[in-house]
């Protein structure tokens, strides 16, 4: 029987390298994260083929959205923006399971800030919602 796994949003980490990522790296105030990984596909049809369409699949592409409190100092909410504003590409590390072997625990992928907006209420929290689109193949950790 198959069992849910416990999300754990202190367990994304942004670098502007490629080294390990360390404790430092989790971004601060972090409430959401998605990843999504998509392909693209071409029909492969054929003159005499059965009339259904067939695929098959050709490029993949990954994008993530973050989102939480913006952390004033937060070195990893600091890389996102400097990435935004000069078009580098980030390391965005999803661990999925902190206790797996090397290898199984997540995830590192090459992105660019496609945009990072602070939202400001009265009253409240500034909050920070961050786009990103993969900008090469992903790297198991």
């Known amino acids: 029987m198959s069992t849910p796994v416990a999300a754990h949003l202190d367990s994304v980490s942004v670098r502007s390298d490629t080294n390990a990522t360390q404790s430092a790296d989790r971004v601060d105030g972090l409430t959401d994260a998605s990843l999504s990984e998509t392909g693209d596909f071409v029909e492969t049809n054929y003159l005499g083929g059965s009339g259904y369409k067939s695929r098959v699949q050709t490029l993949k592409d990954t ?9 004033e100092g937060d070195a990893p909410q600091s890389v996102l923006r400097d990435a935004r504003d000069d078009g580098s590409t980030v390391y965005v590390t999803f661990i ?18 496609n945009s990072y907006d602070e939202k400001l209420t009265p009253g409240g929290v500034v909050e ?3 786009k990103l689109l993969g900008n090469g193949a992903p790297v198991a950790v």
């Open 63 to 71: 994008s993530a959205d973050l989102s939480g409190h913006f952390m």
């Open 96 to 113: 999925f399971d902190p206790s797996a072997s090397a290898g199984s625990r997540g995830k590192r992928i090459p992105m660019v800030v």
């Open 128 to 130: 920070f919602t961050c």
